[in-house]
Every structure is written in structure tokens, then in C-alpha cells.
Nanobody
């Protein structure tokens, strides 16, 4: 069992930067692939980024590639999402998720554990 708690969301102007974190508790965090997803009002949840258990492999949605960076610190049981050049369309609740099958994937159905989410709002 893994518990995930996101933090670091907030309000930022377009063009600005924000970093969100996801702290994990429970067993063997370092053995899980991790992902970030987001859900905007009235829209379905969408994939943002994923990272392998070792951090050696990452995968990004086209909409955030080159602007967002996913990373992890297994010693701190934490995964991060650094968001630069933010746009109003990045406004959403951001969720982290853990994949016990150690698969770097954009498929939300492959993730076993989810956090409660943190709100990111980008003003124009």
C-alpha cells in the first residue's frame, strides 16, 4: 500500500513557474513508476508526465514537453513536477499516481495508487 500526498500548488501568472511535489509513504516507493495527471473543470483527467522507478526514463504529454520536468528522489520518497512557461490552459487539479507494475505509461488505468490532488491555477 502506498499513500500519496501532493503539495505546492497555487496561483501563478502566465509565463511563470511552479513546482508541485508528491510525498509517498508506505512500502518500497523506489520500486514504483510514478506519474502526474491533471484534470481541468469539465474535462477528463489527462496524462502529464511519468518517470521510471530509477528516474532514468521519463515520458511527457506533447502539451507539456519542453516546459515541464518530472523527477524523483527515492531517498526522500518524493516525486516532483517542475512547471515552466505556464499557460492558462495548464490550470487544473494535478494528481500524482504510483504504478506497481513499474511501467512508464500514460494510461491512467495502469496506476494503482492516487493522491488527492493539488490545484494549479494560471492567470492570463
Amino acid at each position: 500500500q502506498v499513500q500519496l500526498v501532493e503539495s505546492g500548488g497555487g496561483l501563478v501568472q502566465a509565463g511563470g513557474s511552479l513546482s508541485v511535489s508528491c510525498a509517498a509513504s508506505g512500502r518500497a516507493f523506489s520500486s514504483y513508476a510514478m506519474g502526474w495527471f491533471r484534470q481541468a473543470p469539465g474535462k477528463e483527467r489527462e496524462f502529464v508526465a511519468a518517470i521510471s522507478w530509477s528516474g532514468d526514463s521519463t515520458y511527457y504529454a506533447d502539451s507539456v514537453k519542453g516546459r515541464f520536468t518530472i523527477s524523483r528522489d527515492n531517498a526522500k520518497n518524493t516525486v516532483y513536477l517542475q512547471m515552466n512557461s505556464l499557460k492558462p490552459e495548464d490550470t487544473a487539479v494535478y494528481y500524482c499516481a504510483a504504478n506497481a507494475r513499474v511501467v512508464v505509461t500514460s494510461d491512467s488505468g495502469e496506476y494503482d495508487y492516487w493522491g488527492q490532488g493539488t490545484q494549479v491555477t494560471v492567470s492570463s
